[in-house]
Protein backbone atom coordinates (compact mmCIF):
# COMPACT_ATOMS: atom_id res chain seq x y z
CA UNK A 1 0.00 0.00 0.00
CA UNK A 2 1.30 3.88 -0.78
CA UNK A 3 1.91 5.37 2.48
CA UNK A 4 1.16 8.42 3.16
CA UNK A 5 3.63 11.17 3.01
CA UNK A 6 3.10 13.74 5.34
CA UNK A 7 4.01 12.91 9.00
CA UNK A 8 1.22 12.30 11.34
CA UNK A 9 1.48 13.36 15.25
CA UNK A 10 1.09 11.07 17.60
CA UNK A 11 1.79 7.93 16.05
CA UNK A 12 3.15 5.84 18.65
CA UNK A 13 5.57 2.94 17.83
CA UNK A 14 6.00 -0.73 19.31
CA UNK A 15 8.80 -0.81 21.95
CA UNK A 16 9.77 -4.25 21.48
CA UNK A 17 12.36 -3.76 18.42
CA UNK A 18 11.23 -5.30 14.77
CA UNK A 19 11.37 -9.19 14.13
CA UNK A 20 12.66 -10.50 10.81
CA UNK A 21 9.54 -11.92 8.91
CA UNK A 22 9.34 -15.01 7.63
CA UNK A 23 9.72 -15.80 3.80
CA UNK A 24 7.81 -19.02 4.20
CA UNK A 25 4.35 -20.57 4.33
CA UNK A 26 2.53 -21.85 7.23
CA UNK A 27 3.20 -25.42 7.09
CA UNK A 28 6.56 -24.35 6.34
CA UNK A 29 7.13 -22.43 9.45
CA UNK A 30 5.70 -24.62 11.93
CA UNK A 31 7.99 -27.64 10.25
CA UNK A 32 11.15 -25.82 10.10
CA UNK A 33 12.35 -27.01 13.47
CA UNK A 34 10.92 -30.03 13.51
CA UNK A 35 13.83 -31.90 14.37
CA UNK A 36 13.95 -30.89 17.78
CA UNK A 37 10.80 -32.41 18.78
CA UNK A 38 10.07 -34.66 16.59
CA UNK A 39 9.20 -37.87 18.57
CA UNK A 40 6.97 -35.16 21.29
CA UNK A 41 3.45 -34.95 21.05
CA UNK A 42 2.00 -32.24 19.22
CA UNK A 43 -1.44 -32.81 19.97
CA UNK A 44 -3.67 -34.37 22.15
CA UNK A 45 -7.58 -35.43 22.40
CA UNK A 46 -8.44 -34.39 26.34
CA UNK A 47 -11.27 -36.80 25.85
CA UNK A 48 -10.13 -39.83 24.73
CA UNK A 49 -6.07 -39.13 25.17
CA UNK A 50 -5.30 -40.45 21.22
CA UNK A 51 -2.13 -38.23 20.29
CA UNK A 52 0.29 -37.88 17.00
CA UNK A 53 3.67 -36.38 17.51
CA UNK A 54 4.99 -33.83 15.33
CA UNK A 55 6.34 -36.30 13.02
CA UNK A 56 3.22 -38.00 12.36
CA UNK A 57 1.01 -34.41 12.23
CA UNK A 58 3.45 -33.75 9.76
CA UNK A 59 2.86 -36.57 8.05
CA UNK A 60 -0.67 -36.99 8.12
CA UNK A 61 -1.00 -33.48 6.61
CA UNK A 62 1.27 -34.15 4.14
CA UNK A 63 -0.56 -37.17 3.22
CA UNK A 64 -3.88 -34.96 3.26
CA UNK A 65 -2.12 -32.12 0.83
CA UNK A 66 -1.17 -34.91 -1.61
CA UNK A 67 -4.73 -36.70 -1.47
CA UNK A 68 -6.66 -33.07 -2.10
CA UNK A 69 -4.23 -32.45 -4.66
CA UNK A 70 -5.19 -35.10 -6.43
CA UNK A 71 -8.72 -35.45 -5.78
CA UNK A 72 -9.02 -32.72 -8.38
CA UNK A 73 -9.04 -29.79 -6.38
CA UNK A 74 -6.33 -27.20 -7.57
CA UNK A 75 -4.21 -24.44 -5.09
CA UNK A 76 -6.61 -21.79 -3.96
CA UNK A 77 -9.77 -24.02 -3.79
CA UNK A 78 -11.29 -23.01 0.03
CA UNK A 79 -11.83 -26.34 2.37
CA UNK A 80 -13.97 -25.83 4.96
CA UNK A 81 -14.00 -27.45 8.33
CA UNK A 82 -16.55 -28.03 10.20
CA UNK A 83 -15.44 -29.88 13.17
CA UNK A 84 -15.13 -29.11 17.27
CA UNK A 85 -11.47 -28.91 18.80
CA UNK A 86 -9.42 -32.95 17.81
CA UNK A 87 -6.34 -33.96 16.97
CA UNK A 88 -7.13 -34.28 13.55
CA UNK A 89 -8.47 -30.43 13.22
CA UNK A 90 -4.66 -29.63 13.10
CA UNK A 91 -4.29 -32.65 10.42
CA UNK A 92 -6.96 -30.42 8.38
CA UNK A 93 -6.17 -27.25 8.35
CA UNK A 94 -2.21 -27.82 7.92
CA UNK A 95 -2.31 -30.03 5.00
CA UNK A 96 -5.29 -27.62 3.55
CA UNK A 97 -2.41 -25.15 3.50
CA UNK A 98 0.53 -27.25 2.32
CA UNK A 99 -2.07 -28.37 -1.02
CA UNK A 100 -2.01 -24.27 -1.61
CA UNK A 101 -5.46 -24.50 -0.67
CA UNK A 102 -7.80 -21.80 1.82
CA UNK A 103 -8.89 -23.48 5.34
CA UNK A 104 -12.17 -21.88 6.64
CA UNK A 105 -13.70 -22.78 9.82
CA UNK A 106 -17.10 -22.66 10.84
CA UNK A 107 -18.48 -23.14 14.22
CA UNK A 108 -19.32 -26.85 15.00
CA UNK A 109 -22.60 -25.56 17.08
CA UNK A 110 -24.17 -23.28 14.08
CA UNK A 111 -27.33 -24.37 12.67
CA UNK A 112 -27.95 -25.71 8.52
CA UNK A 113 -28.57 -22.10 7.85
CA UNK A 114 -25.74 -20.60 9.00
CA UNK A 115 -23.03 -23.26 7.52
CA UNK A 116 -24.84 -22.76 4.35
CA UNK A 117 -24.24 -19.17 4.30
CA UNK A 118 -20.76 -19.64 5.24
CA UNK A 119 -20.29 -22.38 2.41
CA UNK A 120 -22.11 -20.01 -0.21
CA UNK A 121 -20.11 -17.09 0.54
CA UNK A 122 -16.68 -18.69 0.90
CA UNK A 123 -17.32 -20.60 -2.74
CA UNK A 124 -15.77 -23.71 -0.65
CA UNK A 125 -15.15 -27.00 -2.98
CA UNK A 126 -15.24 -29.43 0.06
CA UNK A 127 -15.96 -29.66 3.92
CA UNK A 128 -14.32 -32.04 5.94
CA UNK A 129 -16.76 -32.43 9.04
CA UNK A 130 -16.87 -34.44 12.10
CA UNK A 131 -19.93 -37.06 12.23
CA UNK A 132 -21.85 -34.90 14.72
CA UNK A 133 -22.08 -32.42 12.25
CA UNK A 134 -22.83 -34.47 9.27
CA UNK A 135 -26.99 -33.91 9.68
CA UNK A 136 -26.48 -30.16 9.67
CA UNK A 137 -23.83 -29.91 7.08
CA UNK A 138 -25.99 -32.55 4.30
CA UNK A 139 -29.52 -30.19 4.94
CA UNK A 140 -27.06 -26.92 3.79
CA UNK A 141 -24.96 -28.85 0.83
CA UNK A 142 -29.10 -30.16 -0.17
CA UNK A 143 -29.89 -26.27 -0.31
CA UNK A 144 -26.35 -25.30 -1.34
CA UNK A 145 -27.30 -25.83 -5.25
CA UNK A 146 -23.53 -26.25 -6.81
CA UNK A 147 -21.04 -29.45 -6.56
CA UNK A 148 -19.14 -30.02 -3.09
CA UNK A 149 -17.47 -33.07 -1.73
CA UNK A 150 -17.71 -34.48 2.10
CA UNK A 151 -15.28 -35.71 3.64
CA UNK A 152 -16.04 -37.29 7.21
CA UNK A 153 -13.48 -37.42 10.18
CA UNK A 154 -13.99 -40.82 12.32
CA UNK A 155 -14.72 -40.11 15.87
CA UNK A 156 -13.29 -38.72 18.98
CA UNK A 157 -15.21 -40.86 21.27
CA UNK A 158 -14.36 -43.97 19.01
CA UNK A 159 -18.51 -44.43 18.03
CA UNK A 160 -18.42 -45.94 14.56
CA UNK A 161 -20.93 -44.81 12.73
CA UNK A 162 -22.11 -45.96 8.77
CA UNK A 163 -21.58 -43.06 6.31
CA UNK A 164 -24.28 -41.80 3.93
CA UNK A 165 -23.83 -42.39 0.53
CA UNK A 166 -21.30 -39.53 -1.05
CA UNK A 167 -19.51 -38.78 2.10
CA UNK A 168 -15.84 -40.49 2.14
CA UNK A 169 -14.68 -41.30 5.19
CA UNK A 170 -11.05 -38.65 6.07
CA UNK A 171 -9.13 -42.45 6.90
CA UNK A 172 -10.03 -43.56 2.86
CA UNK A 173 -9.59 -40.52 1.36
CA UNK A 174 -6.23 -40.32 2.45
CA UNK A 175 -5.45 -43.86 2.97
CA UNK A 176 -4.10 -44.25 -0.76
CA UNK A 177 -1.36 -41.57 0.11
CA UNK A 178 2.08 -42.20 1.71
CA UNK A 179 3.14 -38.94 2.19
CA UNK A 180 6.00 -37.37 0.30
CA UNK A 181 9.03 -35.16 0.55
CA UNK A 182 9.01 -31.14 0.24
CA UNK A 183 10.16 -32.03 -3.46
CA UNK A 184 7.61 -34.86 -4.39
CA UNK A 185 5.00 -31.63 -2.80
CA UNK A 186 6.83 -29.02 -4.72
CA UNK A 187 6.23 -31.25 -8.05
CA UNK A 188 2.64 -31.65 -7.15
CA UNK A 189 1.81 -28.19 -6.50
CA UNK A 190 3.42 -27.29 -9.77
CA UNK A 191 4.97 -23.84 -8.49
CA UNK A 192 6.19 -22.48 -5.32
CA UNK A 193 3.59 -21.38 -2.94
CA UNK A 194 2.93 -17.45 -3.12
CA UNK A 195 3.18 -16.74 0.34
CA UNK A 196 0.68 -13.73 0.06
CA UNK A 197 -1.76 -16.06 -1.22
CA UNK A 198 -4.90 -16.55 1.11
CA UNK A 199 -3.98 -19.04 3.98
CA UNK A 200 -6.97 -18.84 6.35
CA UNK A 201 -10.54 -17.27 5.82
CA UNK A 202 -11.95 -16.52 9.34
CA UNK A 203 -15.58 -15.16 9.57
CA UNK A 204 -16.09 -11.92 11.29
CA UNK A 205 -18.93 -8.91 10.98
CA UNK A 206 -15.77 -6.57 11.44
CA UNK A 207 -17.62 -3.34 12.42
CA UNK A 208 -20.52 -3.34 10.45
CA UNK A 209 -23.31 -5.72 8.58
CA UNK A 210 -23.10 -9.50 8.24
CA UNK A 211 -20.26 -11.94 8.41
CA UNK A 212 -17.79 -11.52 6.44
CA UNK A 213 -14.32 -14.05 4.95
CA UNK A 214 -11.14 -11.97 6.10
CA UNK A 215 -8.35 -13.18 3.73
CA UNK A 216 -5.23 -13.99 5.56
CA UNK A 217 -2.37 -14.51 3.87
CA UNK A 218 0.76 -16.83 4.98
CA UNK A 219 2.66 -13.91 5.06
CA UNK A 220 -0.11 -12.54 7.75
CA UNK A 221 -0.29 -14.99 9.78
CA UNK A 222 3.72 -16.20 9.67
CA UNK A 223 4.10 -12.63 10.74
CA UNK A 224 1.82 -12.31 13.76
CA UNK A 225 3.28 -15.70 15.02
CA UNK A 226 6.50 -14.42 14.63
CA UNK A 227 5.45 -11.00 16.22
CA UNK A 228 3.73 -13.08 18.91
CA UNK A 229 6.90 -15.07 19.23
CA UNK A 230 9.18 -12.46 20.55
CA UNK A 231 11.65 -12.85 23.62
CA UNK A 232 10.46 -9.94 25.48
CA UNK A 233 6.41 -10.92 25.57
CA UNK A 234 6.40 -15.14 24.35
CA UNK A 235 5.06 -17.04 27.32
CA UNK A 236 5.94 -20.49 25.63
CA UNK A 237 9.05 -21.71 25.71
CA UNK A 238 10.98 -23.62 23.24
CA UNK A 239 10.49 -27.63 23.72
CA UNK A 240 13.71 -29.37 24.91
CA UNK A 241 14.99 -33.00 25.40
CA UNK A 242 13.35 -32.53 28.88
CA UNK A 243 10.99 -30.09 28.88
CA UNK A 244 7.30 -29.58 26.80
CA UNK A 245 5.35 -26.44 28.02
CA UNK A 246 1.04 -28.12 27.57
CA UNK A 247 -1.20 -25.79 25.75
CA UNK A 248 -5.22 -26.44 26.73
CA UNK A 249 -7.11 -25.78 23.14
CA UNK A 250 -10.52 -25.39 24.68
CA UNK A 251 -11.15 -22.40 22.64
CA UNK A 252 -12.56 -22.74 19.38
CA UNK A 253 -10.14 -23.44 16.40
CA UNK A 254 -12.76 -21.65 13.68
CA UNK A 255 -11.58 -18.15 15.41
CA UNK A 256 -8.87 -16.95 14.76
CA UNK A 257 -8.11 -16.75 18.41
CA UNK A 258 -7.92 -20.63 18.37
CA UNK A 259 -6.22 -21.48 15.22
CA UNK A 260 -3.68 -18.84 15.73
CA UNK A 261 -2.68 -17.97 18.85
CA UNK A 262 -3.89 -21.29 20.64
CA UNK A 263 -1.99 -23.43 17.93
CA UNK A 264 0.10 -22.13 15.28
CA UNK A 265 2.06 -20.01 18.40
CA UNK A 266 2.24 -23.13 20.29
CA UNK A 267 3.11 -25.44 17.23
CA UNK A 268 6.19 -23.03 16.46
CA UNK A 269 7.86 -23.72 19.95
CA UNK A 270 6.92 -27.17 20.19
CA UNK A 271 4.48 -27.03 22.36
CA UNK A 272 1.63 -29.93 23.48
CA UNK A 273 -2.04 -28.91 22.35
CA UNK A 274 -4.45 -31.16 24.60
CA UNK A 275 -7.82 -30.21 22.26
CA UNK A 276 -11.22 -30.45 24.10
CA UNK A 277 -14.24 -31.10 21.75
CA UNK A 278 -16.16 -27.85 23.83
CA UNK A 279 -15.16 -26.23 27.04
CA UNK A 280 -16.73 -28.62 29.70
CA UNK A 281 -15.19 -28.15 33.33
CA UNK A 282 -14.57 -31.93 34.24
CA UNK A 283 -11.95 -32.78 31.58
CA UNK A 284 -11.02 -29.20 31.53
CA UNK A 285 -9.46 -29.66 35.05
CA UNK A 286 -8.03 -33.41 34.55
CA UNK A 287 -6.05 -31.66 31.94
CA UNK A 288 -5.02 -29.20 34.40
CA UNK A 289 -4.44 -31.49 37.03
CA UNK A 290 -2.59 -34.03 35.16
CA UNK A 291 0.05 -31.39 32.91
CA UNK A 292 2.71 -29.62 33.52
CA UNK A 293 3.88 -26.20 32.94
CA UNK A 294 0.30 -25.16 31.58
CA UNK A 295 -0.02 -21.71 29.43
CA UNK A 296 -3.63 -21.23 29.14
CA UNK A 297 -5.36 -18.75 26.50
CA UNK A 298 -8.59 -17.67 27.99
CA UNK A 299 -11.59 -15.67 27.44
CA UNK A 300 -13.18 -13.66 30.50
CA UNK A 301 -15.59 -16.29 31.28
CA UNK A 302 -12.96 -18.82 32.10
CA UNK A 303 -11.13 -15.97 34.53
CA UNK A 304 -14.26 -16.41 36.10
CA UNK A 305 -14.55 -19.76 35.85
CA UNK A 306 -10.96 -20.84 37.85
CA UNK A 307 -11.27 -17.56 40.16
CA UNK A 308 -15.03 -18.46 41.67
CA UNK A 309 -16.17 -21.90 40.45
CA UNK A 310 -16.67 -24.25 43.85
CA UNK A 311 -15.16 -27.10 41.97
CA UNK A 312 -11.92 -25.31 41.07
CA UNK A 313 -9.50 -26.17 44.19
CA UNK A 314 -5.78 -25.57 44.25
CA UNK A 315 -4.31 -28.51 43.05
CA UNK A 316 -6.13 -27.49 39.29
CA UNK A 317 -4.59 -24.34 39.55
CA UNK A 318 -0.87 -25.61 41.05
CA UNK A 319 0.65 -25.80 37.55
CA UNK A 320 -0.89 -22.59 35.50
CA UNK A 321 2.61 -21.09 34.31
CA UNK A 322 0.85 -17.71 32.26
CA UNK A 323 -2.67 -17.59 31.96
CA UNK A 324 -4.08 -15.12 28.59
CA UNK A 325 -7.19 -13.17 28.80
CA UNK A 326 -8.45 -11.97 25.25
CA UNK A 327 -11.81 -11.94 23.00
CA UNK A 328 -13.58 -9.54 25.46
CA UNK A 329 -13.22 -6.70 28.45
CA UNK A 330 -11.94 -8.79 31.19
CA UNK A 331 -11.81 -6.42 34.17
CA UNK A 332 -8.43 -6.01 36.41
CA UNK A 333 -10.29 -7.55 39.31
CA UNK A 334 -11.45 -10.62 38.03
CA UNK A 335 -7.88 -11.35 36.84
CA UNK A 336 -6.95 -10.18 40.37
CA UNK A 337 -8.97 -12.42 41.94
CA UNK A 338 -8.11 -15.17 40.46
CA UNK A 339 -3.68 -13.42 41.05
CA UNK A 340 -5.08 -14.19 44.85
CA UNK A 341 -6.08 -17.62 44.65
CA UNK A 342 -3.00 -18.69 42.27
CA UNK A 343 -0.14 -16.12 42.10
CA UNK A 344 1.55 -16.36 38.34
CA UNK A 345 1.03 -14.13 35.39
CA UNK A 346 -2.04 -13.57 34.05
CA UNK A 347 -1.98 -11.22 30.99
CA UNK A 348 -4.77 -9.61 28.58
CA UNK A 349 -4.37 -10.48 24.44
CA UNK A 350 -5.77 -8.08 22.38
CA UNK A 351 -6.34 -8.47 18.57
CA UNK A 352 -9.15 -8.99 15.68
CA UNK A 353 -9.83 -11.59 13.16
CA UNK A 354 -8.72 -8.41 10.86
CA UNK A 355 -5.35 -8.24 12.42
CA UNK A 356 -4.18 -12.10 12.50
CA UNK A 357 -5.04 -11.10 15.32
CA UNK A 358 -2.42 -10.40 17.52
CA UNK A 359 -2.03 -6.42 18.34
CA UNK A 360 -1.35 -5.45 21.86
CA UNK A 361 -0.19 -7.83 24.45
CA UNK A 362 0.48 -7.33 28.46
CA UNK A 363 4.12 -8.05 29.92
CA UNK A 364 4.34 -10.96 31.54
CA UNK A 365 5.18 -8.77 34.61
CA UNK A 366 2.92 -6.14 34.43
CA UNK A 367 0.70 -5.49 37.11
CA UNK A 368 -1.81 -3.33 35.02
CA UNK A 369 -4.34 -5.97 34.84
CA UNK A 370 -7.01 -3.84 33.31
CA UNK A 371 -4.69 -2.63 30.40
CA UNK A 372 -3.79 -4.95 27.00
CA UNK A 373 -0.54 -4.23 26.73
CA UNK A 374 1.77 -2.64 24.73
CA UNK A 375 1.79 -2.88 20.83
CA UNK A 376 3.36 -5.48 19.39
CA UNK A 377 6.64 -5.25 17.35
CA UNK A 378 6.80 -4.43 13.87
CA UNK A 379 3.33 -2.80 14.61
CA UNK A 380 2.53 0.81 15.14
CA UNK A 381 -0.73 2.17 16.40
CA UNK A 382 -2.71 5.49 16.68
CA UNK A 383 -5.79 6.49 18.89
CA UNK A 384 -8.29 9.18 16.48
CA UNK A 385 -10.92 11.68 17.24
CA UNK A 386 -14.23 9.68 16.91
CA UNK A 387 -15.43 12.41 14.99
CA UNK A 388 -13.03 14.24 13.36
CA UNK A 389 -10.50 11.61 12.64
CA UNK A 390 -7.52 13.53 14.53
CA UNK A 391 -5.06 11.25 16.07
CA UNK A 392 -5.13 12.15 19.65
CA UNK A 393 -2.05 12.66 22.42
CA UNK A 394 -1.70 10.03 25.44
CA UNK A 395 -4.61 9.52 27.67
CA UNK A 396 -7.22 10.31 25.67
CA UNK A 397 -10.25 8.14 24.06
CA UNK A 398 -10.66 7.50 20.64
CA UNK A 399 -10.97 4.72 17.82
CA UNK A 400 -8.06 2.32 18.33
CA UNK A 401 -5.86 2.12 14.88
CA UNK A 402 -3.05 -0.50 13.78
CA UNK A 403 -0.95 -1.11 10.76
CA UNK A 404 1.31 -3.44 10.46
CA UNK A 405 2.17 -7.07 8.40
CA UNK A 406 -0.81 -9.02 10.22
CA UNK A 407 -3.18 -6.49 9.20
CA UNK A 408 -5.41 -8.99 6.80
CA UNK A 409 -5.00 -8.11 2.71
CA UNK A 410 -8.92 -7.73 2.29
CA UNK A 411 -12.77 -9.14 2.85
CA UNK A 412 -13.64 -12.03 0.85
CA UNK A 413 -15.31 -10.32 -2.53
CA UNK A 414 -16.31 -6.83 -0.23
CA UNK A 415 -13.81 -4.22 -1.97
CA UNK A 416 -16.20 -1.57 -0.10
CA UNK A 417 -16.29 -3.06 3.18
CA UNK A 418 -12.29 -3.41 2.72
CA UNK A 419 -11.69 -0.07 2.34
CA UNK A 420 -14.28 0.75 5.03
CA UNK A 421 -12.19 -0.69 7.37
CA UNK A 422 -8.40 -0.85 6.21
CA UNK A 423 -7.53 2.86 5.02
CA UNK A 424 -5.41 4.18 1.92
CA UNK A 425 -2.35 4.44 4.44
CA UNK A 426 -3.07 0.87 5.76
CA UNK A 427 -4.37 1.49 9.16
CA UNK A 428 -7.11 -0.93 10.44
CA UNK A 429 -9.76 0.69 12.32
CA UNK A 430 -10.68 -1.21 15.17
CA UNK A 431 -14.14 -0.06 15.93
CA UNK A 432 -13.11 -0.27 19.56
CA UNK A 433 -12.37 3.06 21.53
CA UNK A 434 -9.64 2.87 24.61
CA UNK A 435 -5.85 5.17 25.22
CA UNK A 436 -2.49 4.82 25.96
CA UNK A 437 -1.05 6.01 28.55
CA UNK A 438 2.76 7.72 29.48
CA UNK A 439 4.22 4.10 29.81
CA UNK A 440 2.33 2.85 26.07
CA UNK A 441 -0.07 0.44 28.04
CA UNK A 442 -3.49 0.64 26.57
CA UNK A 443 -6.89 0.14 27.53
CA UNK A 444 -10.32 -0.19 25.65
CA UNK A 445 -13.16 1.18 27.28
CA UNK A 446 -15.77 0.67 24.67
CA UNK A 447 -16.91 -0.70 21.74
CA UNK A 448 -18.07 1.83 19.03
CA UNK A 449 -18.70 -1.00 16.05
CA UNK A 450 -22.36 -2.94 16.33
CA UNK A 451 -20.21 -6.10 16.97
CA UNK A 452 -21.96 -8.01 20.00
CA UNK A 453 -19.26 -10.41 21.82
CA UNK A 454 -21.37 -13.22 23.56
CA UNK A 455 -18.65 -14.82 25.61
CA UNK A 456 -15.92 -13.70 23.21
CA UNK A 457 -17.86 -15.13 20.38
CA UNK A 458 -19.05 -12.69 17.97
CA UNK A 459 -22.83 -12.00 16.78
CA UNK A 460 -23.78 -9.67 14.00
CA UNK A 461 -26.93 -7.37 14.58
CA UNK A 462 -26.96 -7.10 10.90
CA UNK A 463 -27.76 -11.30 10.85
CA UNK A 464 -30.28 -11.40 13.96
CA UNK A 465 -32.10 -8.36 12.65
CA UNK A 466 -32.48 -9.95 9.20
CA UNK A 467 -34.06 -12.75 10.85
CA UNK A 468 -36.24 -10.79 13.17
CA UNK A 469 -37.35 -9.16 9.96
CA UNK A 470 -38.11 -12.51 8.04
CA UNK A 471 -41.28 -13.18 10.65
CA UNK A 472 -44.57 -12.29 8.84
CA UNK A 473 -45.63 -9.93 12.07
CA UNK A 474 -42.28 -8.35 12.53
CA UNK A 475 -42.32 -4.55 10.42
CA UNK A 476 -38.92 -3.49 11.61
CA UNK A 477 -35.84 -4.41 14.37
CA UNK A 478 -32.61 -3.83 15.95
CA UNK A 479 -30.04 -5.51 18.07
CA UNK A 480 -27.84 -4.46 20.71
CA UNK A 481 -25.38 -5.83 23.15
CA UNK A 482 -27.24 -6.13 26.49
CA UNK A 483 -24.27 -6.32 29.17
CA UNK A 484 -24.49 -9.21 31.25
CA UNK A 485 -22.27 -10.91 34.23
CA UNK A 486 -21.98 -14.36 33.08
CA UNK A 487 -21.38 -14.00 29.29
CA UNK A 488 -20.02 -10.52 29.07
CA UNK A 489 -22.88 -9.32 26.55
CA UNK A 490 -26.00 -10.43 25.10
CA UNK A 491 -28.49 -9.79 22.35
CA UNK A 492 -31.41 -7.22 22.79
CA UNK A 493 -33.95 -6.86 20.37
CA UNK A 494 -35.99 -3.56 19.44
CA UNK A 495 -39.16 -5.05 17.41
CA UNK A 496 -41.75 -2.80 15.68
CA UNK A 497 -44.70 -5.29 15.11
CA UNK A 498 -46.93 -4.81 11.90
CA UNK A 499 -50.09 -3.34 12.81
CA UNK A 500 -52.29 -6.42 12.75
CA UNK A 501 -49.68 -7.92 15.30
CA UNK A 502 -49.38 -5.21 17.87
CA UNK A 503 -50.75 -6.69 20.71
CA UNK A 504 -51.25 -10.36 19.86
CA UNK A 505 -47.02 -10.89 19.13
CA UNK A 506 -44.91 -12.51 21.94
CA UNK A 507 -41.38 -12.05 22.83
CA UNK A 508 -41.42 -15.94 23.44
CA UNK A 509 -42.72 -16.77 19.71
CA UNK A 510 -39.94 -14.52 18.47
CA UNK A 511 -37.30 -15.83 20.20
CA UNK A 512 -38.47 -19.11 19.80
CA UNK A 513 -38.17 -18.39 15.76
CA UNK A 514 -34.84 -16.92 15.83
CA UNK A 515 -33.28 -19.60 18.32
CA UNK A 516 -34.38 -22.24 15.70
CA UNK A 517 -32.40 -20.84 13.18
CA UNK A 518 -28.98 -19.67 14.88
CA UNK A 519 -26.08 -21.07 17.58
CA UNK A 520 -27.78 -21.12 20.68
CA UNK A 521 -25.02 -18.24 21.87
CA UNK A 522 -26.90 -16.54 19.53
CA UNK A 523 -30.11 -16.18 20.77
CA UNK A 524 -31.74 -13.39 21.75
CA UNK A 525 -31.96 -12.63 25.65
CA UNK A 526 -34.56 -9.96 25.34
CA UNK A 527 -37.13 -8.29 22.86
CA UNK A 528 -38.32 -4.97 23.46
CA UNK A 529 -41.50 -3.68 21.42
CA UNK A 530 -41.29 -0.34 20.09
CA UNK A 531 -43.10 1.85 17.87
CA UNK A 532 -40.14 3.17 16.40
CA UNK A 533 -36.52 2.85 15.93
CA UNK A 534 -33.97 5.89 16.07
CA UNK A 535 -32.38 5.88 13.09
CA UNK A 536 -30.45 8.63 11.56
CA UNK A 537 -31.65 10.79 8.33
CA UNK A 538 -29.50 8.32 6.05
CA UNK A 539 -31.90 5.11 7.55
CA UNK A 540 -28.80 3.85 9.69
CA UNK A 541 -29.80 2.20 12.99
CA UNK A 542 -28.77 4.58 16.18
CA UNK A 543 -27.30 2.10 17.75
CA UNK A 544 -25.83 3.90 20.73
CA UNK A 545 -28.57 5.17 21.80
CA UNK A 546 -30.44 1.61 21.93
CA UNK A 547 -27.56 0.57 23.60
CA UNK A 548 -28.40 3.47 25.88
CA UNK A 549 -32.04 2.72 26.15
CA UNK A 550 -31.35 -1.15 26.94
CA UNK A 551 -29.12 -0.33 29.43
CA UNK A 552 -30.96 1.75 31.43
CA UNK A 553 -33.64 -0.22 31.44
CA UNK A 554 -32.26 -3.77 31.98
CA UNK A 555 -29.00 -2.86 34.34
O1 LIG B 1 -12.47 -10.56 15.55
P1 LIG B 1 -12.67 -11.04 16.92
O2 LIG B 1 -13.64 -12.12 17.16
O3 LIG B 1 -11.23 -11.43 17.44
C1 LIG B 1 -10.94 -11.75 18.74
C2 LIG B 1 -9.53 -11.90 19.05
C3 LIG B 1 -9.14 -12.19 20.32
C4 LIG B 1 -7.76 -12.28 20.76
C5 LIG B 1 -7.51 -12.73 22.02
C6 LIG B 1 -6.22 -12.83 22.52
C7 LIG B 1 -5.14 -12.48 21.72
O4 LIG B 1 -3.95 -12.57 22.13
C8 LIG B 1 -5.40 -12.02 20.42
O5 LIG B 1 -4.45 -11.69 19.70
C9 LIG B 1 -6.72 -11.91 19.98
O6 LIG B 1 -11.79 -11.93 19.59
O7 LIG B 1 -13.12 -9.83 17.83
C10 LIG B 1 -12.36 -8.67 17.90
C11 LIG B 1 -12.95 -7.78 18.94
O8 LIG B 1 -13.00 -8.43 20.22
C12 LIG B 1 -12.81 -7.48 21.26
C13 LIG B 1 -12.61 -6.13 20.57
O9 LIG B 1 -13.85 -5.47 20.47
C14 LIG B 1 -12.10 -6.55 19.21
O10 LIG B 1 -12.27 -5.58 18.22
N1 LIG B 1 -11.62 -7.84 22.04
C15 LIG B 1 -10.66 -8.72 21.72
N2 LIG B 1 -9.75 -8.80 22.71
C16 LIG B 1 -10.14 -7.94 23.67
C17 LIG B 1 -11.32 -7.31 23.24
C18 LIG B 1 -9.61 -7.55 24.95
N3 LIG B 1 -8.50 -8.09 25.47
N4 LIG B 1 -10.28 -6.60 25.64
C19 LIG B 1 -11.40 -6.04 25.15
N5 LIG B 1 -11.95 -6.38 23.96
Redesign the pocket.
Known amino acids: RQLSSSVEPNIIKSPFHDVTLPTCTVPELIWEQLDRWADKTAVECGINGKSYTYAELKLLSRRLAFALLKSGLHPGDVVTIVMPNIPEYLVAMLGTMEAGMVVTGINPIYASDEILFQLKDSGSKMVIVHPDQLANLLQAKEKLGSPIRVICVHDYDDRHRSLPSGVVAFSDFIGGESGGDDADLGRLLGVRQDVDSTALLPY ?1 SGTTGLPKGVCLSHKNLTANVSQASHPDINPIEFATKNYQDTVPAILPLF ?3 GAA ?1 VMLRSLVRGAKLVTLPKFDPKPFLKILETNHNIVLYAVPPIILFLSSHPTVSSLHLERLKLT ?7 SGADIEKLRSRKPHPII ?7 SS ?3 T ?1 GSLDSMKHAS ?1 GKIVSNTEAKVVDITTGDSLPMNENGELCFRGPQIMKCYHNRPEATAETVDADGWLH ?3 VGYFDEEGDFF ?1 VD ?1 IKE ?1 I ?1 VK ?1 F ?1 VAPAELEGLLREHPEVSDAAVTALPCSRSGEVPIAFVIPKSTAAESLQEATLQQFVAAKVAPYKQISKIVFVESIPKSATGKILRRQLKEIAQKKYC
Request: contains cysteine; proline residues 6%.
Open positions: SHIYIMTGGAPCQGYGMTEPLLQITGDVRLKGQ
